[in-house]
């Protein structure tokens, strides 16, 4: 097969595509060939030689989710067959042209969704999905607070809190990433850059503040964050993208009655992988099927142009997700 490898930690211009054997599937296991994969802040980290992934996976080959088409089925695999349209978290691999992958790792792509576009969806669906309804208990009719409201996770959560009715705030750095955020369901707009969006949360709520809050940014808006969360708010850390130390005020969690999740979805075991999947499968897979929700790709790179996806992550213009489409 195929794949984009990271030749040495480093920036964009470190990756080549190189020839590797293709994967070996076990008898669980069901073979596909990758028609694309989508790039994760995580990629970027990984390139540079800061994040491992989990046992099993290689450091020099990235690849959170993909989508593609099962090329075989190993012997005791009992619900997928050759032919079929598929996509899947993964540990990684994704820049790689084949892979094995667990059969309870699958998930049918939606009929009306083009496999390259279903290479965005896992992700960023699976993480915003658990963050705000298994972890939080986000309910109908609550109000929800999501940072980088532009970025991959954020359009997912923007989507999915609005297919449950909830009332959505979101932070994001320019007009046009809330205007188009807009478009999505986001009710109120805040621009960073401009405003407190802890002094916009409490005004626009007669000072209740919001009940769960999405973040990704980390310590620099921790504080913030308590300021504009209700009383018995929920707050979920998905990201650190402003970093990750910080000395804390206890008292105002207490005050607040507050709980924090933190949350990574690509440490955890296989199991638990495999159930949220499932779960993901029955409620809301029919809402991308009705198109309540949709996966919102910002540009497809040929694999080939890998690094210049990176370097286009990296100005943190996009809109939704980068795609690697592979050449077949
Ligand atoms: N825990 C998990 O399992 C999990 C899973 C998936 C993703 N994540 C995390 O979720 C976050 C978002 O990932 P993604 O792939 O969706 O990102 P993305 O599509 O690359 O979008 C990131 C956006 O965040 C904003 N941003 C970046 N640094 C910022 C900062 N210091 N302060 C304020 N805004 C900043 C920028 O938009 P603006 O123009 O608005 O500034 C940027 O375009 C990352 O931290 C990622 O690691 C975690």
């Known amino acids: 097969m195929q794949a984009a490898i990271v030749t040495e930690p480093g920036g964009p211009e470190v990756f080549e595509i190189q020839e ?43 690849g959170l989710e993909m989508s593609g088409i099962v090329e075989s089925v190993g012997e005791r695999v009992s619900s997928w067959a050759p032919g079929d349209r598929v996509m899947a978290l993964l540990g990684g691999g994704g820049y790689g042209s084949k892979l094995a992958i667990h059969e309870r790792m699958l998930m049918p792509v939606p009929p009306n969704i083009e496999l390259v576009d279903a290479a965005s969806i896992p992700e960023v669906f699976l993480t915003a999905y658990d963050a705000m309804f298994v972890q939080c208990e986000l309910r109908m009719g609550e109000s929800v607070l999501i940072h980088a409201a532009g970025s991959g996770v954020g359009t997912a959560a923007i989507q999915l809190a609005a297919s449950q009715g909830c009332r959505i705030f979101g932070t ?19 621009n960073y850059h401009d405003e407190d969006f802890a002094e916009v949360v409490r005004e626009r709520t007669d000072g209740a503040g919001v009940n769960v809050i999405l973040d990704v940014i980390g310590a620099p808006y921790w504080e913030q964050n308590l300021a504009a969360l209700a009383l018995r708010g929920r707050m979920v850390i998905v990201g650190t993208m402003g970093g990750s130390k910080l000395e804390v005020n206890l008292g105002a969690l207490m005050g607040k009655r507050a709980r924090v999740h933190g949350t990574l979805l690509r440490a955890r075991p296989l199991e638990e992988k495999a159930t949220l999947t499932q779960e993901f499968v029955a409620r809301v897979l029919p809402l991308f099927a009705n198109e309540s929700i949709s996966p919102i790709v910002d540009r497809v790179f040929p694999v080939s142009e890998v690094s210049e996806a990176h370097r286009y992550m990296e100005t943190n213009a996009n809109f939704g997700k980068i795609v690697l489409r592979h050449e077949q």
């Open 20 to 62: 590797l054997p293709d994967p070996v599937a076990g008898p669980e296991d069901v073979l596909v060939a990758v028609h694309a994969t989508a790039l994760n802040r995580a990629d970027l980290l990984q390139r540079m030689g800061r994040y491992s992934g989990p046992k099993g996976t290689r450091d020099d080959l990235p």
């Open 172 to 190: 994001a750095g320019s007009a046009e990433k809330l205007e188009r955020a807009g478009a999505l369901g986001l009710n109120v707009g805040i």
